[in-house]
Structure formats: C-alpha cells, structure tokens
C-alpha cells in the first residue's frame, strides 16, 4: 500500500462542475502539499498546509490531521484547470507524493 | 527572481554516457531535491541536500550521484547511463526542512537513454 494514496486517478467533468480530489496519507506529517502540473508542463505549487483550511480564488484546500485526510477542492471548474493534481506528504526530511490525480474539464 | 531553473530540457543519451543534469536556485533556499517522474508511479525522490556541503539518498539514489558545494547549486550526475533511467527528472527548492515552506520547481528534464 503506498503512503500517499490519491483518488479519483481520473475525472472528467463539464464545465462549472463542483471538483473533489482526495489525498489519505499513512505517514506522520509536517505538512501537506497540493502541486498542479500541466501536460508537458512544469510542476506548480497550489497549497501548502499543516491544520484546517486555505482557498485561493476558486481552490480551497482542506486537511483533516487525525483522519490523516486532505481535499481538493474547486468551484465552477474551468477548462484551464485541466491537469494533474498531486499532493505530497511532507515528513521530517522528505516527500512522499500521491500518482497524481488526472482532471480533464470538458467546454 | 528567476526562482528554479534546471538545465537541459531535453538530452538524448547512449548506454553507458555519463552526464550532469543541472540545477540552481536563487531564492537563499537550504533545501534542494531531485525527483525522477515515470508513468503510473508519481515523483519518486533520489537526492536531496539540507544545505551546502550536505546530502543525503533518497527513495531511488542508485546510478545517481550528487554535490552541494553551494547553496545555489545541486547538480544530478548520471554515471553510467542505463534505459532504466528514462525519465523525467525535476529538480525542486524549498526554504528548509521545517513547516511553512511551500515548494518551487524546476521546468524538468526530459532523459531518453537509447
């Protein structure tokens, strides 16, 4: 089983559709990361969080330390947010990253 | 700033050919690491220093070596190049090891070994 366990691997959705990923971590953790990387792209970082809750514009991260749970959320998705959607544990020195979750937004 | 960049974007290699996948930083950051990223299994770390002078393996080190003389840079060198090393390898900073520091990456490298 890995440490960092992603779902859905994939989701396709249509424009303006409410969008959840799922990150479960088996790991103790310092922090939790959300990346964004899109084909052929480089890797960018959407959110970094240790307790609660953070949102940027239509993305909002949420973390839940003793289920050892964290979401992705985005509201009235877009075309552009087609990517792949990764987090990663942060332990003490190292990262441990999900497989990714694959996101096409359908017009 | 121009933040993480990493250099080539794309190489071709032969079995056997040695090369040096570089990477700098000009943010001040202490932490730099070096991921692999292939289909199906996500990034996968296989170096990664704390600070200048210091290194340290990570998940997949095998085949791979690497220096930190200064802060700014961390080259990746492959050894001995194998098909098992076609990848794409990024290179990525953070400010330290603690809590509260968000990551920045490289654009990648793109490795074909023939």
């Known amino acids: 089983k890995n440490e960092v366990e992603q779902s859905p691997q994939n989701l396709t959705a249509q424009e303006g559709e409410f969008i959840t990923i799922n990150c479960s971590y088996s790991v103790g953790i310092s922090a939790l990361h959300w990346l964004q990387q899109h084909p052929g792209g480089g890797i960018v970082s959407l959110f970094m969080l240790s307790s609660g809750k953070k949102k940027h514009g239509r993305l909002i991260a949420t973390i839940n330390i003793q289920e050892k749970h964290s979401s992705l959320h985005i509201t009235a998705s877009h075309p552009r947010d087609s990517a792949v959607y990764i987090c990663a544990a942060q332990g003490a020195q190292k990262l441990v990253f999900g497989q990714g979750t694959r996101l096409t937004i359908n017009p | 700033n121009a933040g993480v960049t990493q250099t080539p974007k794309f190489q071709v290699l032969k079995t056997g050919q040695s090369m040096t996948l570089q990477c700098a930083q000009d943010?001040?950051?202490?932490?730099m690491s070096w991921y692999r990223q292939d289909p199906g299994m996500g990034l996968r770390l296989i170096h990664y220093s704390v600070g200048a002078g210091i290194t340290d393996q990570g998940e997949v080190p095998n085949g791979y070596n690497v220096s930190r003389s200064t802060t700014e840079d961390f080259p990746l060198r492959l050894l001995s190049a194998a098909p098992s090393q076609t990848s794409v390898y990024f290179c990525?900073?953070?400010?330290?090891?603690?809590?509260?520091?968000?990551?920045?990456f490289g654009n990648g490298t793109r490795l074909t070994v023939t």
């Open positions: 990525a900073s953070r400010r330290g090891p603690g809590v509260g520091s968000p990551l920045h």
């Open positions: 943010m001040n950051h202490e932490y």
